[in-house]
């Protein structure tokens, strides 16, 4: 586990409940920190300050031209030197440095940890994760800023991501990209960087295999997220190139040709290979509490199960490495990016609106509802007037450009806080040096998937020999990504496979239609209690519309906790 949290007061000692068992911490006049955790945390005295403490959670990664290594104590007091180029780390990351005057702290250039601070009158508590922000009875929501996310993560079958800066949490900030945070007696000032294009170019081919073969170099135990797609099994082909040990796993339906692929490709290297079942990672109604409470609104509740793979993994393993991000650099995020070649001429505003917008069926009163999409838009608003001139680069890669700056932060902050508890999560492609090259990169480059078959014609030709899936569609790896997608989709099409919401709703019907009755939404002003039994009853009729309704109420109701 990794964590840490603290209070901080101006004028006096401040109240500083104990939330957790600790096994670090830091006390002073003003402030009172407290930490634990046996994995992904590191603890100890400040080369540059020795009255200093430094509490670093996650994963920092120190690049040197095109290698990376981990850091040393040594990099530690020179970095320290010049706090300033903390948060240009690559890796996960939360870093806090405790002093007698108070605080300051840094987090990663893409925001896949942060700090949460929540300000009182006089005083402060702050906290990494948002399990913590709830324990301390600080988590009420802001409306508006909910809005951002309501309106691009529900309905669940159509995730999008949030652009927003903000948290939804009334008087809380939190750290966003390249964040720092000064807090003293006498000083409250937060700042941070939006991602932006690098002007050195680097040659992305040395960078991701340098990166990905990191935590080998370094001696730890690995297992590689395998799957019968592109963008691991580029990652893969680096292992088996390298000649180092490493494990595969596999999780979710044995019946698809996804895990087929999976464990031919396994047997074939004659890689040690895991299979954590549907049935093994399925913990039942607290699961889905659990799930939704760690991480907050905007997570799927079908989605939990997904919560059990990493305690399972971090028993056998110390690192496991996804594919996460891969489509970056291939332009098979979404649609709308290639069609933007064709449809924007002039990308603003409106247009990311209609690619964005989501519309979930609603359970909140009127008042709410309008409230909520004043918030989406001038949330959007803002994230579109920070991006460069539209005429800087070609619009897929305009887009792309939103889509790194806020991606990251809604779709695996949440997540990260909550692995790095049991085990490292290494994502290659979802690394600042690595994204940044991206633009760098080449057009036709990214759309022929050049770096992932580059990659594997280097370093493991023999991949080349299997299918590429998607769950349980298949087709030759030869096929170029276009026409593979569309095959992929016309065979979905004809032979759908069973929908995990619907198996979702059905299976925790009593603890659904009990939450509906529970106290705390009775209570609840914004919900609107007939249409929230009117979905409730038309869901168990198989009403689409209302078990998206359903789905998105829970994720709030839990979420709120």
């Known amino acids: 586990m990794s964590w840490l949290y603290g209070y901080f007061a101006k004028e006096h000692e401040p109240q500083a409940p104990i939330l957790r068992g600790y096994d670090y911490c830091f006390e002073s006049r003003h402030l009172k920190l407290y930490a634990g955790g046996t994995r992904n945390i590191r603890v100890f005295d400040s080369p540059a300050a020795p009255n200093d403490k430094i509490f670093i959670l996650g994963d920092p990664i120190l690049r040197q031209g095109e290698d990376f290594r981990y850091p040393e104590l040594a990099d530690w007091a020179q970095l320290l030197q010049n706090e300033s180029r903390l948060n240009t780390l690559d890796?996960?990351?939360?870093?806090?440095?405790?002093?007698?005057?108070?605080?300051?702290?840094?987090?990663?250039?893409?925001?896949?940890?942060?700090?949460?601070?929540?300000?009182?009158?006089?005083?402060?508590?702050?906290?990494?994760?948002?399990?913590?922000?709830?324990e301390a009875k600080r988590a009420e929501l802001d409306l508006k800023r909910f809005g951002a996310y309501w309106h691009s993560l529900f309905?669940?079958?159509?995730?999008?991501?949030?652009?927003?800066t903000q948290s939804y949490f009334k008087d809380t900030d939190m750290l966003y990209q390249s964040g720092s945070l000064r807090l003293t007696k006498d000083e409250y000032t937060l700042h941070h960087r939006l991602f932006k294009v690098p002007d050195e170019k680097l040659d992305i081919h040395n960078l991701l295999k340098n990166m990905t073969l990191l935590p080998l170099k370094a001696g730890k135990k690995l297992t590689v997220g395998l799957t019968g797609g592109m963008d691991i099994r580029a990652l893969s082909a680096i292992y088996?190139?390298?000649?180092?040990?490493?494990?595969?796993?596999?999780?979710?339906?044995?019946?698809?040709?996804?895990?087929?692929?999976?464990?031919?490709?396994?047997?074939?290297?004659?890689?040690?290979?895991r299979h954590i079942s549907l049935a093994e990672a399925t913990g039942g109604w607290e699961q889905v509490q659990e799930y939704i409470y760690t991480r907050g609104f905007g997570f799927n509740p079908a989605s939990s199960r997904l919560m059990a793979y990493f305690p399972i993994l971090g028993q056998e393993s110390e690192v496991f490495v996804s594919g996460c991000f891969g489509e970056l650099y291939r332009f098979r995020?979404?649609?709308?990016?290639?069609?933007?070649?064709?449809?924007?001429?002039r990308p603003d505003y409106h247009s990311f609106f209609n690619y964005l917008y989501l519309q979930p069926p609603s359970c909140f009163i009127p008042e709410v509802n309008k409230a909520l999409y004043e918030g989406?838009?001038?949330?959007?608003?803002?994230?579109?007037?920070?991006?460069?001139?539209?005429?800087?680069?070609?619009?897929?890669?305009?887009?792309?450009?939103?889509?790194?700056?806020?991606?990251?932060?809604?779709?695996?902050?949440p997540d990260l806080c909550y692995i790095d508890h049991h085990i490292l999560d290494f994502m290659p492609y979802l690394q600042p040096s690595l994204a940044g090259q991206h633009w760098h990169y080449g057009y036709g480059n990214q759309l022929n998937e050049g770096l992932h078959r580059h990659t594997i014609k280097r370093n493991a030709p023999e991949l080349s020999r299997f299918d590429l899936a998607i769950v349980d569609s298949s087709a030759s790896y030869h096929l170029r990504p276009i026409p593979m997608k569309l095959?992929?989709?016309?065979?979905?099409?004809r032979k759908p496979g069973q929908n995990p919401n619907l198996l979702f709703l059905k299976h925790y019907e009593r603890e659904i239609r009990g939450l509906a009755q529970s106290q705390s939404i009775k209570q609840d002003a914004w919900i609107d209690h007939t249409v929230l039994?009117?979905?409730?009853?038309?869901?168990?009729?198989?009403?689409?519309?209302?078990?998206?309704?359903?789905?998105?109420?829970?994720?709030?109701?839990?979420?709120?906790?």
């Open 91 to 134: 890796g996960h990351y939360l870093i806090l440095i405790a002093s007698e005057n108070g605080i300051r702290a840094y987090n990663d250039p893409l925001c896949k940890r942060s700090l949460w601070i929540h300000k009182g009158k006089d005083n402060y508590f702050f906290c990494s994760e948002i399990a913590l922000l709830k």
């Open 155 to 164: 309905p669940a079958h159509k995730r999008h991501y949030t652009v927003s």
């Open 240 to 273: 088996l190139g390298s000649g180092l040990g490493f494990s595969t796993a596999h999780f979710g339906d044995d019946s698809t040709r996804d895990f087929a692929l999976a464990r031919e490709i396994a047997a074939y290297f004659k890689l040690p290979f």
């Open 333 to 345: 995020f979404m649609a709308a990016h290639i069609k933007s070649i064709f449809s924007l001429k």
């Open 376 to 413: 989406f838009r001038e949330e959007l608003a803002e994230g579109v007037k920070s991006l460069p001139p539209a005429s800087s680069m070609p619009a897929p890669m305009w887009m792309n450009l939103l889509l790194t700056r806020f991606c990251p932060h809604t779709m695996y902050m």
């Open 487 to 493: 095959i992929s989709l016309l065979k979905q099409r």
């Open 533 to 561: 039994t009117q979905h409730l009853e038309e869901c168990y009729r198989h009403n689409p519309i209302s078990q998206q309704a359903i789905l998105a109420f829970v994720s709030y109701a839990l979420g709120k906790e």
